[in-house]
């Protein structure tokens, strides 16, 4: 019998390197890793700042500020809180209650400015109905050194709380708060790793019905993240990272980690279950599935650098986490995996569960999947129609999408300092989060003195605007912060309105007439506003160049025009539907009740973008695995319908067990207290489950049997486009790789 050439791709060079070369490929990998770890633990993790994320107007005010002289454009303020049901400060035991909280951090060195709301000059830090009161100071230092330093002073002012049972006393703040965010969203992702590991394990072994080939995919997904959780502290050094990347490489990682050694090692057993010797099965899953895998992690690397055009730091550093994971976990599969796979051998049938092997075996998974795949191709014209009008009504909610900014909202309400956020948020309505004015003028002169009054009595007759309405003039009197509260949440629409009317009346009409005078605005609220803004700004140079890209590398890839813009009309439609049952579920609340959330009107500013890129490039998985098999069909002969038949069923239990294994990993974001991962993880279960099944098993194979052999449509004026060398599945009599020693 005649041998096949070997196939000489990338994929299939680096497959048969690595065999060749198991101690180097698996023993470089083990020390890769553990240096990533080591040294990304030794130098520690660089966040990006709270105050240095700024875009647009709120940049500007954030410069002005500094360049007057005040350290902090929104200082790093901690306030207590001190409340009574039934009495108010003008009694002794309210007025020494207070005093035991001034007492008690007053000898801390780590704040300044001190304030109590005793002195007669501090009257704006009581209610209206004098049964609230606040004790405010500012932590000195950088917000790294105040969120170190602030656990000695809520202990402190928790310490006052107890001797003080009747009444209630609670600190919240930028930084306690922030802390706080942090240390639950740790928890939480500790807790969703804890559930997604045994889930993924469990499918795994259901899909494989061994222990040791159901170990590998998930080792070496973890090592991957691992790896670059490590590498992420090391660049973080040059780049700082959010300080949610972590949960973002856990869920991108493990996801694409698992799905890639899953296609490879799928493949590489198939081939044996054929007949095909331990060099030809591996040879033939490394030119093949390999390949596959090369393509779309470089497609996915390539959609995540997208986000690096966005100019926000979040995105940026969301970017650089994902591209890496999906960088690191594609080299392990197209390594480590097949040296693991030719040292190994026959013994990845090691650890067989009888059970599940014979429930794997008479699951008749390739024959529900004709049963699913027949009608799509017997009525391919009712079928591609049923599926389009399945996915179109799912994606009319996003035509009603909106954008907000969660802040404190998204936190759990029994948070000991969001408790004191909302007691505070209750009695001062926006003095948790003003809107801070940066103004460059001479504060000296009765132009700005009169300026200021006006805008002070105008702003509290708008109706959107609060007292305590604060002036602080630099030392040079050549410039101001001046902080206004405004009406709402702080990132809701009331909220937003008074922004608008700050800005663009109240502000012009005052301070804009002082001669000389320059301002700009900043806060919780305009930075959120002007960060929404910005996002919407590059959502269309975002989805323009990952459309465009993932068009030309599948043009390239699979020499097709029809399945290159048929590609990118699946994964829009796909990606359309995943953003209509967000809006459905967190905009319009329909499962509030189910997923334990309040709809705070609109989903997370930066989850549009990030789930387009996130679930383009991940769709793409499926996309070029499934198109890989039914090209090589075609190539070997068979025709357009049969390919599709054959490429589609001979790939749908590996598609169906990678999509469990992605959707399972995204869920269980989707049980955390935090509504924008909640958004999250529902967001990127739903789009793979629709693509897995929907588009990959009825829309797909009905477009390609209704077009036939258009589907290979290349014009001559690109008949210039490299030809990539494709595998031939023939039997090959060659003796059985022996790995090096």
Same mark, same amino acid.
């Given at each position: ?32 890793? !553990? ?30 500020l500094t360049q007057a002289g005040f350290k902090q454009s929104d200082p790093l303020t901690e306030i207590v809180v001190v409340q009574s049901k039934t009495k108010t400060i003008a009694d002794p035991t309210f007025r020494a209650t207070v005093n035991d909280v001034v007492h ?25 109905? %004098? ?33 003080? /049972? ?61 790896? *670059? !959780? ?30 890639? *050694? ?20 591996? &040879? ?47 080299? %392990? ?25 014979? #429930? ?14 027949? /009608? ?11 599926a389009t009008a399945v996915l179109v009504a799912l994606a009319l909610p996003t035509l009603n999408l909106k954008t907000v900014q969660s802040g404190i909202d998204s936190m759990p309400r029994t948070t000991a300092t969001v408790v004191a956020f909302d007691r505070l948020q209750?009695?001062? /309505?926006?003095?948790?989060? /003003? ?31 609060? &007292?305590? !309405? ?5 030392? &040079? ?21 008074? #922004? ?5 009346? #109240?502000?012009p009409q005052t301070i804009g007439k002082v001669p000389g005078a320059s301002y700009a605005v900043s806060g919780q609220t305009a930075s959120a506003h002007d960060q929404n803004q910005q996002m919407k700004d590059s959502a269309p140079l975002v989805f323009g160049f990952v ?43 329909? %499962? ?9 009107? %609109? ?85 793979? #489950? ?52």
């Amino acid at each position: 019998m005649s041998r096949s050439r070997p196939s000489y791709n990338l994929a299939a060079r680096m497959g048969r390197w690595s065999a060749s070369h198991w101690k180097t490929a698996v023993f470089g990998w083990l020390a890769f890793v !553990i240096a990533a770890v080591a040294i990304g633990m030794a130098v520690g993790q660089k966040t990006t700042s709270m105050q240095g994320q700024d875009v647009g107007q709120s940049k500007r005010a954030d410069k002005i500020l500094t360049q007057a002289g005040f350290k902090q454009s929104d200082p790093l303020t901690e306030i207590v809180v001190v409340q009574s049901k039934t009495k108010t400060i003008a009694d002794p035991t309210f007025r020494a209650t207070v005093n035991d909280v001034v007492h008690a951090v007053a000898p801390f060195m780590t704040i300044r400015d001190l304030r109590s709301p005793v002195a007669r000059v501090n009257a704006d830090q009581v209610s209206r109905d %004098g049964r609230t009161a606040l004790v405010e100071w500012q932590m000195k230092g950088t917000e790294k050194q105040a969120e170190k330093n602030v656990g000695a002073l809520t202990r402190t002012t928790a310490a006052v709380a107890k001797a003080n /049972p009747r009444f209630y006393v609670g600190e919240t703040g930028s930084v306690s708060l922030s802390k706080s965010i942090s240390k639950l969203f740790s928890q939480q992702l500790a807790k969703a790793g804890e559930h997604s590991l045994p889930l993924t394990l469990i499918v795994l072994l259901l899909v494989f019905g061994t222990l040791a080939a159901a170990f590998v995919p998930l080792l070496l997904a973890l090592s991957s993240v691992i790896a *670059t !959780i490590g590498l992420s502290n090391i660049v973080s050094h040059v780049l700082p990272m959010d300080g949610n990347v972590s949960a973002v490489i856990l869920l991108v990682g493990l996801a694409v980690g698992v799905d890639y *050694t899953l296609f490879y090692l799928k493949r590489e057993r198939e081939e044996r279950a054929a007949g095909r010797t331990p060099r030809a099965a591996l &040879e033939a899953a490394a030119a093949t599935s390999g390949r596959a895998v090369l393509v779309s992690g470089l497609t996915v690397a390539v959609a995540m650098a997208v986000m690096l055009f966005t100019g926000d730091k979040t995105f940026i550093s969301f970017a650089v986490a994902t591209m890496m994971v999906v960088l690191v976990a594609m080299l %392990g599969s197209l390594t480590v995996l097949p040296a693991l796979l030719a040292k190994l051998g026959d013994r990845i049938e090691k650890g067989r569960i009888p059970l599940l092997g014979r #429930l794997r075996r008479t699951s008749g998974e390739n024959r529900l999947w004709a049963r699913i795949l027949t /009608p799509a191709l017997r009525r391919p014209a009712v079928s591609a129609l049923a599926a389009t009008a399945v996915l179109v009504a799912l994606a009319l909610p996003t035509l009603n999408l909106k954008t907000v900014q969660s802040g404190i909202d998204s936190m759990p309400r029994t948070t000991a300092t969001v408790v004191a956020f909302d007691r505070l948020q209750g009695a001062f /309505p926006g003095a948790a989060g /003003p809107a801070l004015i940066g103004v460059n003028a001479n504060t000296a002169s009765p132009a700005f003195k009169t300026a200021v009054r006006e805008l002070r009595t105008r702003a509290l007759a708008s109706g959107e605007m609060r &007292e305590p !309405i604060r002036i602080d003039a630099n030392a &040079e009197q050549t410039g101001a912060r001046i902080r206004i509260p405004l009406a709402g949440s702080g990132v809701d629409a009331a909220s937003n309105r008074a #922004l608008q009317t700050l800005r663009t009346t #109240l502000l012009p009409q005052t301070i804009g007439k002082v001669p000389g005078a320059s301002y700009a605005v900043s806060g919780q609220t305009a930075s959120a506003h002007d960060q929404n803004q910005q996002m919407k700004d590059s959502a269309p140079l975002v989805f323009g160049f990952v459309l465009t890209f993932a068009f030309l590398l599948l043009l390239v890839s699979f020499r097709s025009l029809v399945i290159a813009a048929k590609a990118i009309v699946l994964n829009l439609l796909s990606v359309g539907a995943a953003y209509g049952v967000l809006v459905t579920v967190f905009q319009n609340g329909w %499962g509030k009740s189910l997923l334990n959330f309040t709809p705070n009107g %609109g989903i997370a500013w930066w989850l549009p973008i990030f789930l387009f890129v996130i679930l383009f490039g991940l769709s793409m998985d499926y996309n070029v695995f499934i198109l890989s098999r039914i090209r090589e069909a075609y190539d070997r002969g068979m025709k357009t319908g049969d390919a599709v038949a054959y490429g589609i069923k001979n790939t749908a239990g590996t598609v169906t067990s990678a999509a469990i294994v992605m959707v399972g990993a995204f869920a269980i974001f989707a049980t955390l207290p935090i509504i924008d991962m909640k958004e999250m993880g529902v967001g990127l279960a739903a789009a793979v #489950l629709i693509d897995a099944t929907i588009v990959r098993a009825i829309l797909l194979p009905a477009t390609m049997k209704l077009l036939g052999d258009w589907n290979w449509y290349l014009p001559r004026w690109l008949d210039w486009l490299p030809k990539p060398q494709r595998q031939q599945p023939q039997p090959q009599l060659e003796p059985a790789l022996e790995p090096s020693h």
